[in-house]
């Protein structure tokens, strides 16, 4: 530690104030969308988009598009099949493998088509590379994850009705197919952002962990949405400062900070007395 450079120095490097403020702003909006991933039991639709994002990048690649736009195309188009697909949770699973196997094949035929152009970027795409991005990113960034919050922030109330009891929503003229769709839609661009700080391997440290860890900590819906978002952050701001002080990859140290954080929330709510009302998967409460 004593070997890294300093403290006072932190946010004189663009690169630093740049990781920082795309960080931060991939990290609320992954938090916050985050908590109805768990809600709605979306995890490994979360997975699966990422997978297909990796898919977007190749064929970017091979045309020589912008790496977001491939990425944000491929994940919105899967989004959207899944949302129609899938619009039951009994059928949801299945709708997911179809999309995702599909997506796979294409994904192998870029590779296939694009190897030598590809060999310097895999591993940005696969474990993301914080550290290079640009103001012109950040900015972009900015637009993408505010619309997604907006947006999100518009249909909370219809969409957490939705997502604890979708057949009482419906019969109550809630658009439950609908809401459904355009929440895979954010979900798909949250998961393309969220690839250029972790990668396509690791995007559950930003999409799933943190709001996994929050509803450890509470069943109420806008606290444990906060709480969510607090901890996305949190992961993403410990990351960058120990990646400032050791050499390794941003994206292991993000990774790693959510980890303990939901571990140390699971050990400490194990060993108290009233650990059975914190349970996990425990229904929230509609506000």
Do not use: C, K
Not at 54 to 81: D, Q, S
Not at 88 to 103: C, E, H, K, M, N
Not at 188 to 215: E, K
């Amino acid at each position: 530690m004593a070997m890294g450079p300093s403290w006072s120095a932190l946010f004189e490097y663009d690169f630093m104030r740049h990781a920082f403020a795309a960080g931060t702003l991939v990290a609320v909006a992954a938090g916050a969308t985050g908590y109805f991933v768990i809600l709605r039991r979306l995890a490994f639709a979360g997975h699966a988009l990422a997978h297909i994002g990796f898919v977007g990048a190749t064929g970017a690649v091979l045309v020589n598009a912008n790496l977001f736009v491939g990425l944000a195309t491929f994940t919105t188009a899967a989004g959207i099949a899944m949302g129609y697909l899938g619009d039951r949770l009994r059928t949801r699973d299945i709708a997911v493998g179809t999309v995702l196997a599909f997506s796979m094949g294409l994904g192998n035929l870029f590779l296939s088509l694009s190897t030598t152009r590809l060999s310097g970027m895999a591993t940005n795409i696969l474990f993301g590379d914080l550290l290079a991005i640009s103001r012109a990113q950040v900015l972009f960034i900015l637009g993408v994850s505010s619309a997604a919050v907006a947006v999100l922030g518009v249909i909370y109330r219809p969409l957490l009705f939705a997502s604890v009891d979708a057949e009482m929503a419906a019969a109550r003229g809630v658009p439950v197919v609908g809401l459904g769709v355009l929440f895979m839609i954010l979900l798909a661009l949250t998961v393309a952002m969220s690839v250029r700080v972790v990668g396509v391997l690791l995007i559950f440290s930003l999409l799933v962990t943190p709001a996994a860890t929050a509803q450890l900590l509470t069943p109420r819906p806008a606290r444990a949405l906060g709480a969510s978002v607090f901890l996305a952050v949190l992961s993403v701001w410990s990351g960058l400062l120990l990646a400032y002080r050791i050499p390794w990859p941003p994206s292991f140290f993000i990774t790693s900070v959510s980890f303990l954080l939901y571990l140390g929330v699971r050990l400490v709510i194990a060993g108290s007395t009233g650990s059975s009302s914190l349970r996990p998967g425990r229904t929230p409460a509609l506000p």
